[in-house]
């Protein structure tokens, strides 16, 4: 079995600890925790975590997006959890800056005057790509924690894999290739997380 070696990009804003213990818990052989991704071809995969806001982590990462284009062209796993999978697309609603730009569409507010915001808590997934890597052994209507304030609006349907109802239907889990995206947190998801991570590292593990 491949020895599985995972960067926690640090955006500077909050504490990784629970997003490292999950991934250590589920298999991780070795967790680093980095503000470069100068040397990003030294670990298996790369977690873009939920913590911080999103002008401040496009600027922690945009001096190496150079690096980040080339995990992408070389398809090296990664995987966006809450703001860090608002990071990969166009805009968004909670800050000024462009994000990546990887996936088309954009970020905007939960509709504020139908539903509680933050959506903080316990809610299901409607599994629309029943082939999808990151979601491989998860039934149809599983549970999974949430904690955010906005949502992703994508232009590809293609790249949504599930979707939850909160105030209307949200996409909720992306993947393209091996870039995966989740809108809520694995690392507090009990047995559901627990299987998205040790899925995301039998990718990292080239097992798909």
């Known amino acids: 079995m491949r020895l599985n070696d995972i960067a926690i990009f640090d955006f500077g804003a909050g504490n990784l600890y629970s997003l490292k213990c999950s991934l250590e818990r589920n298999g991780a052989t070795k967790v680093s925790v980095i503000k470069s991704l100068k040397n990003i071809h030294k ?15 496009i600027r922690s990462i945009q001096p190496y997006r150079r690096d980040f284009n080339k995990l992408l062209e070389k398809n090296f796993p990664i995987l966006g959890i809450c703001l860090g999978m608002e990071m990969l697309f166009n805009n968004s609603e ?6 990546l730009k990887i996936l088309n569409g954009r970020v905007i507010m939960l509709p ?14 409607e599994i629309t790509e029943k082939t999808c ?10 549970w999974v924690y949430f904690v955010h304030s906005y949502h992703v ?9 599930a979707n939850s109802q909160y105030g209307g239907t949200i996409p909720v889990v992306v993947e393209k ?3 995966f995206g989740t809108q809520f947190h ?3 998801s009990g047995i559901n997380g627990a299987k998205i991570i040790k899925n995301f590292l039998t990718i990292c593990g080239g097992k798909y």
């Open 133 to 142: 890597k990151i979601l491989h052994g998860l039934k149809d209507g599983c």
């Open 153 to 161: 609006v994508s232009k590809d349907k293609k790249v949504i894999v």
């Open 94 to 99: 909670e800050g000024k800056l462009e994000g």
């Open 112 to 125: 504020i005057k139908k539903v509680k915001i933050p959506h903080m808590g316990w809610n299901n997934l």
């Open 43 to 57: 670990h298996d995969g790369l977690i873009l975590p939920g913590v911080g806001n999103f002008d401040p982590a």
């Open 177 to 179: 290739n091996n870039l």
């Open 186 to 188: 694995p690392e507090k």
